[in-house]
């Protein structure tokens, strides 16, 4: 059974810094593009970064210069670096596995997703 599970999450002071992690299983996860999406309340989900099989990263407008999404294959984890945290980015985050590689295109998973909560 496929799981992506969301770490990372927490209260952190507009400014600060966060760190967050999604570890899949059951996946081949080098064949899937991989992304943060979040969800704020009344808000609909919204792309935050993603990073495709080959390497290649997009991110929301929101996020640009402060956020840095990476892979690691080999651990089956990426990553979400946030900096520069507003409170504007308070929002439950939300892992994304989506297959992007032959085979696997058209797969799409998701986390349980984390609250980050950024006080102002």
């Known amino acids: 059974q496929v799981q992506l599970v969301e770490s990372g999450g927490g209260l952190v002071q507009a400014g600060g810094s966060l760190r967050l992690s999604c570890v899949a299983s059951?996946?081949?996860?080098?064949?899937?593009?991989m992304g943060w999406y979040r969800q704020a309340p009344g808000k609909q989900r919204e792309l935050v970064a993603s990073i495709s099989s080959g390497g290649r990263t997009i991110y929301a407008d929101s996020g640009k210069g402060r956020f840095t999404i990476s892979r690691d294959n080999a651990k089956k984890t990426e990553y979400l670096q946030m900096n520069s945290l507003k409170p504007e980015d308070t929002a439950v985050y939300y892992c994304?596995?989506?297959?992007?590689?032959?085979?696997?295109?058209?797969?799409?998973?998701w986390g349980q997703g984390t609250q980050v909560t950024v006080s102002s």
């Open positions: 059951a996946i081949t996860f080098s064949n899937y593009a």
């Open positions: 994304n596995a989506r297959g992007d590689t032959g085979y696997w295109i058209g797969r799409d998973y």
